[in-house]
């Protein structure tokens, strides 16, 4: 066992083992009609899963109509969408992944431009091509920066159903075949807005002190757990730090990740950032490789539970370092998985785990093995 990279080493969550610890982290494609998925993300999905991800999440789905970041985001909300989602669950059991799911709600950035259309709010010209807005709400009637629409503040009754659409789009997901669910909790989007100072405002026991801001984010993770078989693993994203003194700060996250433990989450996704502007997907200014790797490090310390690392880990040597060094235990691919998607297959032939293509789907590995076999030309990675 020791001369496996840990990196492809399977791991055991609840019932669930992985193939490796490369995990396709969800990435909004904003290309869904009406929250229903399309072929696009059934191709788009399903080429990391025959890429070698040992989990591959679909995007981040919401849990209720007005809850998507645009209108081209995913949903569950309703039974006729868990058909679509079905066919990515199964076609990623059948080429050896584990498929897991996202599910949120956008919050105070519901109702926004498609990325490509300027990711701001929604314009005249936005109007014009059928995409109209709709009212966000959030914990309190701030909006995420000027320019913005003012969200509506959730009343108490309002909350008690949300927390219901997360059980019952749980649920669905389990119809679907899914075999994780991760509740969002990050980057601005409701969740992450209810435990900011900078967004919640509230006085009632959704507000003020950490206990009343964490309150909606337990709640969820309650009702989901219940509701989600105990054979099968609970994660949480978060946006561990806000970036501003006055906000959420990381040892916020170490309590909140304690409290999801005990309610029964078993991985912590450490993402940051988010609350005033746009997600990290978007933001500017320039980071470092690995920069959130501490805060899965901190996380899997004081919370004593397992963590996954994201954000520019881009090369199979710093993936597996992050392991080695105990600071996490999944590593979560995203945009360098866009650049290639077969990133687990070309991680495992560098860092020595496959020789001879034999972890490559059968379809195309008998190919590139013969060609290697055969070619003068051919030189390994």
């Given at each position: 066992m020791s001369a496996i990279p840990h990196l492809f080493r399977p791991m055991k969550l609840r019932s669930v083992e992985t193939r490796n610890r490369v995990v396709i982290s969800p990435m909004c494609q904003y290309s869904a009609h009406d929250g229903h998925l399309e072929d696009w993300h059934l191709v788009n999905l399903g080429r990391f899963a025959i890429g070698g991800a040992g989990i591959v999440f679909t995007e981040a789905t919401a849990v209720q109509k007005g809850g998507r970041i645009t209108h081209g985001c995913l949903g569950l909300w309703t039974d006729s969408q868990i058909p679509g989602h079905a066919r990515i669950a199964q076609f990623a059991l059948r080429n050896g992944a584990i498929p897991a799911i996202q599910l949120g709600h956008a919050g105070r950035?519901?109702?926004?431009?498609?990325?490509?259309?300027?990711?701001?709010?929604?314009?005249?010209?936005?109007?014009?091509?059928?995409?109209?807005?709709?009212?966000?709400?959030?914990?309190?009637?701030?909006?995420?920066?000027?320019?913005w629409p003012v969200p509506h503040a959730l009343s108490v009754d309002e909350i008690a159903t949300l927390v219901e659409d997360f059980a019952v789009a749980a649920q669905r997901a389990l119809a679907a075949g899914y075999k994780i669910v991760e509740i969002h909790g990050a980057h601005g989007y409701l969740l992450h807005s209810f435990l900011s100072p900078l967004s919640n405002r509230r006085t009632d026991a959704y507000g003020g002190d950490l206990e009343g801001r964490m309150r909606l984010a337990l709640e969820i993770a309650a009702a989901v757990r219940a509701v989600w078989p105990d054979e099968l693993p609970l994660f949480f994203r978060t946006s561990a730090v806000d970036g501003t003194p006055e906000g959420w700060q990381l040892?916020?996250?170490?309590?909140?990740?304690?409290?999801?433990?005990?309610?029964?989450?078993?991985?912590?996704?450490?993402?940051?950032?988010?609350?005033?502007?746009?997600?990290?997907?978007?933001?500017?200014?320039?980071?470092?490789?690995?920069?959130?790797?501490?805060?899965?490090?901190?996380?899997?310390?004081?919370?004593?539970?397992?963590?996954?690392?994201?954000?520019?880990?881009?090369?199979?040597?710093?993936a597996e370092a992050i392991l080695q060094r105990g600071q996490a235990d999944l590593i979560a691919i995203a945009r360098e998985a866009l650049v290639n998607p077969m990133w687990a297959l070309h991680a495992a032939r560098t860092l020595g785990f496959d020789t001879d293509f034999a972890t490559w789907p059968e379809q195309s590995g008998w190919w590139l093995a013969g060609r290697e076999k055969t070619s003068d030309f051919y030189e390994p990675e």
């Open positions: 950035k519901a109702g926004m431009q498609r990325p490509w259309f300027g990711n701001g709010p929604l314009t005249e010209e936005d109007f014009a091509r059928g995409d109209m807005p709709w009212s966000p709400v959030g914990p309190s009637a701030i909006p995420v920066a000027h320019g040892d916020d996250t170490v309590v909140l990740a304690r409290a999801l433990k005990a309610i029964g989450v078993d991985v912590m996704d450490c993402s940051s950032s988010g609350i005033a502007g746009a997600a990290t997907a978007g933001a500017t200014g320039k980071r470092q490789p690995g920069f959130q790797v501490p805060y899965a490090e901190r996380v899997r310390e004081e919370a004593d539970m397992p963590t996954m690392a994201v954000g520019l880990i881009t090369h199979p040597e710093q």
